[in-house]
């Protein structure tokens, strides 16, 4: 599984370390994402000076810590907390999380599918962790459907329980943009038109990563909400669907207009 890799780290790699042992002149630190354990000297802990090591360092504590150097023969790993700036602390511990719900997803398959876990990662989890990140991947999926897996050519059914699994268990973020329509068609069918262009705008521009919807506030205003991913793709469908609505309205002898709402 992606939670322990069986590779050694790069010098200039940040890795996350859980610190085992606290010494006066400093602490050995288990490397989360590998099978390792590295050396932290009191030198790279803080660039102030340091009275007592326990007021910066802790058994059981998790750090984001900067590879040094490495040395395979000897096994050892050379870490520096001082040389980790905040926005690499804050980037790293965001990715290791990620990391983890990613890792945690596809226990989950694994347990659906009978899979050992480790095979459930060659056979799903590596491609991806290889092609969008494991976690990433996860929402790939569940965005664009199985085919993300099965053009890769991960089996059918294995897809579908990752698709399944994802719907389940990832709730993604979105954003919401709204507007008021004001249309209006003064000819003995103008209810049924008015429907018309809202239904037919609806279904020209329904599309797998957004979701909106008309609701009445008083005829003949009517508020349109779109959701989306970010906003930008938000504010793209909100305009594209007004302006299909007041085509479609004006095609059938009406009129209409669109505003709006901050």
Not at 5 to 15: N, R, T
Not at 101 to 117: H, I, M, Q, S, W
Not at 123 to 148: H, M, P, R, T, W
Request: glycine share 6%.
């Amino acid at each position: 599984m992606s939670e322990q890799k069986i590779e050694w780290p790069e010098p200039g790699d940040l890795v996350m370390a859980t610190i085992k042992t606290v010494m006066d002149y400093g602490v050995y630190a288990n490397l989360d994402e590998y099978n390792k354990r590295g050396f932290l000297h009191i030198s790279e802990i803080s660039s102030a000076r340091i009275r007592n090591i326990r007021d910066f360092v802790r058994e059981n504590q998790k750090l984001v810590l900067k590879v040094l150097r490495v040395d395979h023969e000897k096994g050892h790993i050379d870490l520096s907390l001082r040389r980790v700036t905040k926005r690499e602390r804050i980037e790293k511990v965001k990715s290791w999380k990620k990391d983890r719900k990613g890792d945690a997803l596809l226990y989950v398959v694994a347990e659906r599918t009978g899979l050992p876990r480790e095979e459930a990662y060659q056979k799903v989890g590596a491609v991806l962790d290889e092609n969008y990140g494991l976690y990433d991947g996860f929402e790939k999926v569940l965005k664009d459907g199985v085919s993300v897996l099965t053009q890769l050519d991960v089996p059918e059914e294995l897809a579908k329980v990752v698709l399944q699994v994802a719907e389940e268990r990832i709730r993604v973020k979105t954003v919401e943009a709204w507007g008021i329509l004001e249309v209006r068609c003064s000819r003995p069918n103008g209810v049924r038109c008015i429907q018309e262009a809202f239904s037919n705008a609806k279904k020209t521009h329904k599309t797998k990563d957004t979701k909106f919807d008309f609701s009445v506030i008083a005829a003949p205003k009517y508020r349109i909400e779109v959701s989306a991913e970010n906003w930008k793709r938000a504010e793209e469908v909100l305009n594209k669907v007004s302006e299909a609505v007041i085509a479609n309205i004006s095609d059938a002898g009406g009129s209409g207009a669109f505003k709006r709402e901050k």
